[in-house]
């Protein structure tokens, strides 16, 4: 299962419960792309875009 579209932060109705239900049956974010911190400028040109389906991770050095 893969949770698609979830916006994160601040959302109205949702709790840690709900987080924790999503959990237990197996529900898992959806990873876009991965990048090195050092590629901030094309994370946030493909951001802009709208093309990515999922999140995109930026790795932090060390």
Do not use: C, Y
Request: avoid cysteine.
């Amino acid at each position: 299962m893969a949770l698609i579209g979830f916006p994160g932060g601040d959302v109205p109705g949702l709790d840690f419960t709900t987080l924790r239900v999503a959990v237990a049956i197996g529900l898992q974010p959806v990873i876009d792309q991965a990048f090195d911190f050092d590629e901030a400028p094309v994370v946030f040109e493909r951001l802009l875009s709208g093309r990515q389906v999922g999140k995109i991770v930026i790795r932090l050095p060390g």
